[in-house]
């Protein structure tokens, strides 16, 4: 199947500080890649639609201003998390989307990050 | 917006057929059912999909009824390395964006 990487896969910052995580599409070109985000002991939860070249399309609840979304290149997406506070820590996930023949998603292996 | 109910948990002894229900009673004519499940830490893996007639590859089989309002994934010989999370998603085979349920929590037990 395709592979999505995501870096780092885990990462510690202070509170107040700005975090970049990248998801890179290793084998396949995406033109909308996923962010969710799980916290311990729940689901994922969507928190934005990454398009190529365009705008994100961020879910309900989800501050478009905090987390930061860039989707430059047919295999990259990032997600920043600007002015980090303990409750930013989670598990974020992100998954990206074929389009030759059928549309399958396929996630990255998870970005840790822990705001202390 | 998950259009599924799943239960919490289950076991299954290893080695023998883990079968996973799904309800999705709401779902659409043009909705696939798929299966994706996620071992502790790890981003989620993909099983398997479909629309109406039953399917199988090489994880899994998946079962879906008549009238579609359910399903149920089938590993036929479970193993410890299947223990993990598991997510019914139902979604329009277009590209759009999966919305998670809670899943089912399977143990194989030895």
């Known amino acids: 199947g395709a592979v999505v990487s995501q870096h780092p896969s885990r990462v510690i910052c202070k509170s107040g500080t700005s975090v970049k995580i990248e998801c890179r599409s290793l084998?396949?070109?995406?033109?909308?890649m996923f962010w969710y985000r799980q916290f311990p002991k729940q689901s994922l939860m969507l928190m934005a639609t990454?398009?190529?070249?365009?705008?994100?399309?961020?879910e309900q609840g989800v501050e478009k201003d905090k987390f930061l979304i860039n989707h430059a290149s047919l295999t990259l997406s990032t997600l920043t998390v600007t002015s980090a506070h303990p409750e930013d820590s989670s598990f974020y996930i992100c998954?990206?989307?074929?389009?030759?023949?059928?549309?399958?998603?396929?996630f990255g292996p998870g970005t840790r990050l822990t705001v202390t | 917006d998950a259009k599924t109910t799943q239960p919490p948990s289950m076991d299954c002894a290893e080695g023998r057929a883990a079968n996973l229900p799904c309800n999705h009673s709401?779902?659409?004519?043009?909705?696939?059912v798929y299966w994706y499940r996620q071992i502790h830490s790890q981003g989620p893996q993909y099983i398997i999909h479909g629309l109406k007639n039953n399917e199988t590859n090489e994880m899994a089989s998946l079962i879906i009824t008549e009238d579609r309002k359910s399903s149920t994934l089938i590993l036929p010989h479970a193993t410890l390395r299947d223990t993990a999370v598991y997510y019914c998603i139902v979604n329009t085979n277009t590209g759009n964006q999966f919305y998670f349920g809670t899943g089912t929590s399977l143990t194989v037990i030895p």
């Open positions: 998954s990206a989307l074929t389009t030759s023949g059928a549309y399958e998603q396929y």
């Open positions: 084998d396949f070109q995406a033109t909308t």
């Open positions: 709401t779902i659409s004519g043009n909705e696939y």
């Open positions: 990454s398009n190529e070249g365009s705008k994100a399309t961020y």
